[in-house]
DNA sequence: CTGAAAGCGCTTACAG
DNA sequence: CTGAAAGCGCTTACAG
């Protein structure tokens, strides 16, 4: 019994519950037009026998793999964990299973990494993350095999291309107007790097908020970054040993926040008494350092599982019936949250 | 030709080669006896149709599924994502795939999970993170599929099931040691949960070390902890606003000593210069934070290589063969991480 | 060194 | 509402 492949089968099933095959096929995917007492019956030799279909035979069989594929590039950043947590539990609850692959995104044989695992896996969908999903030759390669994507906050969206997202533009916005105000008006801006499409939205909500506080943003008060904690560190120093110092920072993500931190505390500033210090993500170690940043949150658990339910609804359903494409198109809410590494000044 | 569907098959290559499907399939799984023109020849035409095997097929047919399963708990932390990283690296390497699950570790239904998993997707092998490899329900369904395991960082060894580890005991010492070496004689000493085996064999490693020094670990300088950051700050407050303070704490985890870090600057401690503390894992926020964190490197990315390695090569080797039981319990080299956050006192 | 046949365990048309 | 047949695309014995 409990021997290494010696598990039922869709026949053992079948002949226990005096059917054939073709209705506990039916009954266990639900499929209508089954009496109900056949069901019960075969439900109760499925559960005694602890029957589960066997995911390589559906696969040959049916076409669906009942695999999402979900494609990242950087394992240590918060939002891949964040969004492989929600996809995962979101994938358990409708039947299906996770598999991952970490590319780099300028890798040579890029293409190929991603043939072998489309035509080896045959994902029924595929989970594309930052830079992954701005990635012109990953899409190309996703888009000719046929394989359906949701796009996790890509640059732009793809007519016809599914995507979940928040407003960077706006939330950055936002956390611009909690230090205006606060009173600050020197607000110092750390790039991301021109390759992610959050950097430029997010300066975009920045300057925006400073316009309508009719201020300019000074050219002297920005700084390029690569959203890494040595680029955040780095592009403090240079802002906080100039002549006019600015009274607050808004790092573009959490990781160059963090490094402003450790830039101040080495230039012996006080966070948040002689600068307040922003930064976006919410990642697990913004709530750790201290003081304890203010950012924004993404509900990336959330987007993660609206990705795979795009995916998965999108299969089942009816192919002919057009989709509207700004359905296609989700933005989510965002969440602003205040910690203490902000103050007035 | 680029449809979704209408992929090459075995049978499309073997025509196109003039051979039969068989020979097709020596080539591809490199069995012995295919003279080299033919091999040449169907390579050669594998690789004009860019032909890959469909997983499910040879899985149904095979079975084998080249697919490894990675079940973890803490998604967050770091120790998680390094082995992810690592293993789905070899697992390409190797020609597999790495499907992650996400289990609560007290779950009600965890057994129907693993089952599920299991019994639909037929992994090849699976690793097991802490906690999860010492909970004896996983272990028991796993051995009850016959799915062959490894342990990342168990407990203990269990007779006959591979695991990879480092040498907590030796690693906790050695920093104890380093502390001892600066001349602190009160040293404080944060525990993790007793239902990680980690916990224990880190205490274990410092009690040694105190005691090759002629000290006793002080009671009152022991405080429990959970491994994660506020039991670490809550530990460190207890310990920092008592009558005779440490000075060092070794917190046994990373998070935890970032917790330390963040009440000494509470209670207006400087560190290092009044307090110096030690962590365990090099996190990756353990170099972001100030001061960067001194703490043991685990090869965890190595581990998780050797760990895929045991499963495929385990899988292909003659089973007849009798293993030598050393040979499956691993124990990799860790390393000391000296950083900012310990000094001579 | 090479191949024809059977079969893995399901689902998809097609009947009734 | 239910079933018998064919087939998905490979690998495993078994021959030669």
Redesign the pocket.
Known sequence: MSARGSNP???DVAREAG?????V??V??HE????ES?RDAVLKVVEALRYR??QS??S????RSFLIGLLYYDPSAAFVGSVQQGATVRCRELGYHLVVESLHNDAPDLRQQIDRMVMALRPDGMILTPPLCDNPEVLAALRESGTPCVLMSPERDIHGVPSVRIDDVHAAEEITNLLLSLGHRRIAFIKGPSDQSASAARYEGFATALRAHDLEPDPELIQPGSFTFASGRDAAHKLLSGRQRPTAVFASNDDMALGVLAAAHRLGLNVPNDLSVVGFDDSAAAALVWPPLTTVRQPVAEMARAAVEMLVIGNRADQSAPVDERDRHMVLAHELVVRDSTRAR
């Open positions: 089968t869709i026949v059917v054939s095959i073709k209705t096929s039916r266990l995917n209508p037009g089954v009496h056949t279909p066997k035979a559906r040959l069989a049916g076409g």
